[in-house]
């Protein structure tokens, strides 16, 4: 399976985008499925991009 890597900025302010939530779904004909819901942390990351 690939990788799928994010960063959120807030532009207005310029800094990292802190506690936003991301969900990634699968969606086909059967309708979606999650999977994987993270928050970012304060440097606009999720926690799992660290490992």
Known sequence: MGKL???T???IQGKSGTGVGIALY???AD???LLKNVVTDGSGRSASQRS
């Open 5 to 7: 890597n994010t960063h």
């Open 9 to 11: 900025l807030e532009v």
């Open 26 to 28: 699968v969606v086909n």
């Open 31 to 33: 309708g979606k499925k």
